[in-house]
C-alpha cells in the first residue's frame, strides 16, 4: 500500500529526494511519515507530516536539512534531504497511520518497504 523510492548512493554533501506512494489516497492517513535504520542500530523517527499539512516533524539530527512534503493528487509524500552526511546512511522506511503527527507518533499498520540510503565520500 505504502511504496518507497529515490534511495541510492550520494557523495557527502549532496541531496536525494525520497517518495512514498500510496495506493489509495493519503488523505486516508491522519500522519505520514519516514522512519530509517542504519546497519546495527534500532529504527529511528525522521519525520511526520499531518493530513492537513498543519503539523510537520523533524528529528533534531535532520532538522533544517530535510524537508517532508506531500502532493495529495498524486497520493505522494515526498522528503527532501539536503546536506547529506555519512550518518544519514540508512534503510528508509515511510509508513502511515492514525494518530498525531509529532515525537511520540509511531505508526502500527502501514509500511512501505525500504529504499537505501547511502552518503559516501
Known amino acids: 500500500q505504502l511504496q518507497a523510492s529515490g534511495g541510492g548512493l550520494v557523495q557527502i554533501g549532496g541531496s536525494l529526494r525520497l517518495s512514498c506512494a500510496a495506493s489509495?489516497?493519503?488523505?486516508?492517513?491522519?500522519?505520514i511519515g519516514w522512519f530509517r535504520q542504519a546497519p546495527g542500530e534500532e529504527r529511528e523517527a525522521v519525520s511526520c507530516?499531518?493530513?492537513?499539512?498543519?503539523?510537520?516533524y523533524y528529528a533534531y539530527s535532520v532538522k533544517g536539512r530535510f524537508t517532508i512534503s506531500r502532493d495529495n493528487a498524486k497520493n505522494t509524500v515526498y522528503l527532501q534531504m539536503n546536506s547529506l552526511k555519512p550518518e544519514d546512511t540508512a534503510v528508509y522506511y515511510c509508513?502511515?497511520?492514525?494518530?498525531?503527527?509529532?515525537?511520540?507518533?509511531?505508526?502500527?499498520?502501514?509500511w512501505g518497504q525500504g529504499t537505501l540510503v547511502t552518503v559516501s565520500s
Open positions: 509508513a502511515a497511520d492514525i494518530g498525531s503527527c509529532g515525537i511520540s507518533w509511531y505508526p502500527l499498520r502501514y
Open positions: 489509495g489516497s493519503t488523505l486516508d492517513y491522519d500522519t
Open positions: 507530516i499531518s493530513n492537513n499539512d498543519r503539523w510537520t
